[in-house]
Nanobody, 119 residues
Framework: QLQVAESGGGSVQAGDSLRLSCAVS????????LGWFRQSPGNEREWVAS???????DYLDSLKGRFTVSRDNAKSTVYLQMNNLIPEDTAVYYC?????????????WGQGTQVTVSP
């Protein structure tokens, strides 16, 4: 019943910024933990950031200070602000939602949005 849809990806140059959006359709948006993941060619999917219903956030250590996750409960949307992008950020970015109980894996996933960073 819950649907997740990412948008905002594209091709940019190193040093540019992008803001990804993730629309989550559901009546209980504020109950969910929202997360961002990414997968680059030849690599496994990795966790990027997450935000809890109380706006507590966590980030992959290497991305702290560059990436910011936020949520707009009125719009049922979670964002990933990506600044100072580098080619290593090139990946398909996925948004995911997790409903209680919050376990190791997320429950709902979007189809992904491509981010390509050129040197």
């Amino acid at each position: 019943q819950l649907q997740v849809a990412e948008s905002g990806g594209g091709s940019v140059q190193a040093g540019d910024s992008l803001r990804l959006s993730c629309a989550v359709s559901g009546r209980t948006f504020t109950w969910y933990r929202l997360g961002w993941f990414r997968q680059s060619p030849g690599n496994e999917r990795e966790w990027v950031a997450s935000i809890m219903k109380d706006d507590r956030t966590d980030y992959l250590d290497s991305l702290k200070g560059r990436f910011t996750v936020s949520r707009d409960n009125a719009k049922s949307t979670v964002y990933l602000q990506m600044n100072n992008l580098i080619p290593e950020d090139t990946a398909v970015y996925y948004c995911a939602a997790d409903e209680p109980p919050f376990g190791f894996s997320y429950d709902y996933w979007g189809q992904g949005t491509q981010v390509t960073v050129s040197p």
